[in-house]
């Protein structure tokens, strides 16, 4: 099993290094060429997700991504927000989301749930088992090398 | 690929092309440039998709917020793509229902054939 853990501090500049580093685990460790482009997006949702929530509340903690291809390829965005910031995650219907009174933060928090739970088939977010903070996990298949 | 922005005006419509990468880091960048526009008194926009190979939900945030400003102001505003990977972003957030998405400039802009934008 090979483990790739970066961290980085909460600032949007880092979450393009975490997704070309994703896409590399990914590639080296034999998803299909066809989902990169999802891992890619997945992953830089995930991430701006967990930097968005630090700025919100003001947490300077470093912000994980823990990517592993044991059987599969499966990645963990963990943050270090307080858990009820994760409440209320929802993919918004289309008059909502032109609707003037839905502010960008809503429409942005609700679109990058939607683009995760819509390209990850094997999604789950959960509390950390230690702290504040929720953990993103996401998996997708490997091909036999 | 850094985020690259160029305006050209096309049969009255302002057309805004965008390349390379809008993530969180460069889409207030987009979001400026789009607020310019409409402040300098652009009032038919066409965001052209076409040079963009990575759009995020910031990025998709950021072109809401231009469609709201412009129906503000009684103005159009459309987007130009035609790439598979980022049409399936739109299906999936349920923005194809809210965005007028054109397949090219022309088909945008109506170019003789009335099926473009209207005010």
């Known amino acids: 099993m090979a483990t790739v853990r970066l961290s980085f501090s909460p600032a949007p500049v880092h979450v393009r290094t975490a997704r070309l580093v994703g896409v590399a685990v990914a590639r080296r460790a034999g998803v299909a060429e066809e989902l990169l482009d999802e891992v890619r997006l997945a992953i830089g949702e995930a991430c701006t997700r967990a930097v968005a929530l630090h700025n919100q509340y003001g947490l300077p903690d470093l912000v994980t991504v823990e990517m592993s291809d044991s059987e599969a390829y499966a990645v963990r965005v963990i943050d270090h927000a307080p858990i009820e910031a994760s409440v209320g995650l929802a993919k918004l219907p289309p008059d909502e989301l032109a609707a003037e009174s ?11 749930f939607a683009l995760l739970a819509g390209f990850v088939d094997d999604l789950q977010v959960r509390p950390v088992e230690d702290g504040p903070g929720t953990e993103v996990r996401m998996v997708w298949p490997v091909q036999r090398r | 690929m850094e985020l690259s922005l160029a305006t050209r005006t096309v049969a009255e419509h302002t057309v805004l092309e965008v390349g390379g990468e809008v993530d969180v880091y460069t889409a207030p960048r987009l979001r400026e440039r789009l607020v310019e526009l409409v402040d300098a008194g652009a009032r038919n926009v066409i ?20 469609m709201k400003r412009l129906r503000v102001a009684n ?31 022309e088909a945008a802009t109506g170019d003789g054939d009335g099926s473009g934008l209207t005010s």
């Open chain 2, 47 to 66: 965001v052209d998709l076409a040079g963009v190979d990575f759009l995020d939900s910031t990025g998709l945030g950021v072109l809401v917020g231009a």
């Open chain 2, 75 to 105: 103005g159009t505003f459309g987007l130009v793509c035609s790439k598979e990977p980022l049409l399936k972003i739109f299906r999936i957030t349920a923005l194809d229902q809210v965005f007028p998405i054109y397949p090219s400039i």
């Open chain 1, 102 to 112: 839905l502010t960008d933060e809503a429409l942005t928090t609700g679109v990058g």
